[in-house]
């Protein structure tokens, strides 16, 4: 097996961890399925600090949008984020593994699979998160997350029990 590692990309696969700050929020639905989902938990997005910029990426039904916003380095996440809007933000940091795949089956391209895929999460274990309480439910439970509550105007700041 040793001419496996002399021409293979494995090489190339590595874990990289990202801080990402995962946003709840009720959202403006006017079609009738939304009636389907908890309300404040009815779109997901995200923003990170990438080290010269805050970055948000929305996805929405119609496109998504990844836009540089103009906030500093010393900014909190509450004045980054109109947390009026907001039902929860979630601090999450994620080891993205680059050596598996994700889905290799057709999905529904919605706000919380796009959220999945910018966050890693994904296989036979995750098939069945598809609304975004799901996933918020998903990463508080999961403990490789180190999953942090932000406080918002409708949520209060809390930690895991770990202390984490």
């Known amino acids: 097996m040793s001419w496996l590692k002399e021409v293979s990309f494995l090489d190339d ?4 961890y990202t ?15 939304s009636n389907l989902l908890q309300p404040g938990f009815r779109h997901v997005w995200a923003v990170r600090w990438d080290g010269f910029n805050w970055i948000a990426f929305n ?6 949008t990844i836009e540089i916003l103009p906030f500093g380095p010393k900014d909190k ?7 009026t809007i907001c039902s929860v933000i ?4 994620v080891r993205q593994d680059h050596s598996r795949i994700r889905n290799p089956w ?10 999945k895929g910018l966050l890693g999460i994904g296989g036979i274990k995750t098939w069945w998160i598809y609304r975004p309480y ?17 406080t918002t105007a409708t949520t209060t700041s809390s930690k895991r029990k770990d202390g984490s």
């Open 13 to 16: 696969w590595y874990y990289e």
């Open 19 to 33: 801080d990402w700050y995962v946003i709840f929020e009720h959202g403006d639905m006017p079609w009738l399925l």
């Open 59 to 64: 996805p929405r039904l119609g496109a998504t």
């Open 77 to 83: 996440i509450q004045n980054v984020v109109n947390v």
């Open 90 to 93: 979630i601090h999450v940091n």
């Open 106 to 115: 057709p999905t529904l391209f919605t706000c919380v699979e796009q959220m």
């Open 134 to 150: 799901q996933l918020f439910k998903y990463l508080i439970k999961e403990p490789r997350y180190g999953t942090q509550t932000i």
